[in-house]
């Protein structure tokens, strides 16, 4: 599988998928040697942070790559509604 076909936000998600923390500022190359790295054995110490499925884990995940359309899909849909209350 060639990672260099997805885009950085693809890359992130799927580092996300796999637990191991990595910051949007990171270059997209940097991402792919993270999750080449992640199939690998991980016997040497690393910076980056691998998370353990929790409760707590899960309030603190980054939103996906959909959740900001979604939030302005509804803003737009509210507003539209409030538009059509003050002016119908």
Same mark, same amino acid.
């Given at each position: 599988m060639s990672l260099n076909k997805h885009t950085k936000a693809e890359l992130l998600e799927m580092l996300a998928s %796999? !637990?191991?923390d990595a910051k949007s500022s990171s270059k997209k190359a940097e991402l792919i040697e993270? *999750? =080449?790295g992640?199939? =690998?054995t991980e !016997? $040497?110490?690393t910076a980056v942070q691998t998370s =353990?499925? $929790?409760a707590q884990n899960e309030a603190n995940? %980054?939103?996906s790559a959909s959740q900001p359309a979604l939030l302005v899909v509804c803003v737009f849909?509210? *507003?539209a509604v409030l538009a059509w209350v003050i002016l119908g």
């Open positions: %796999k !637990g191991i993270l *999750l =080449e992640s199939t =690998e !016997g $040497n110490d =353990e499925p $929790n995940t %980054k939103p849909v509210i *507003l």
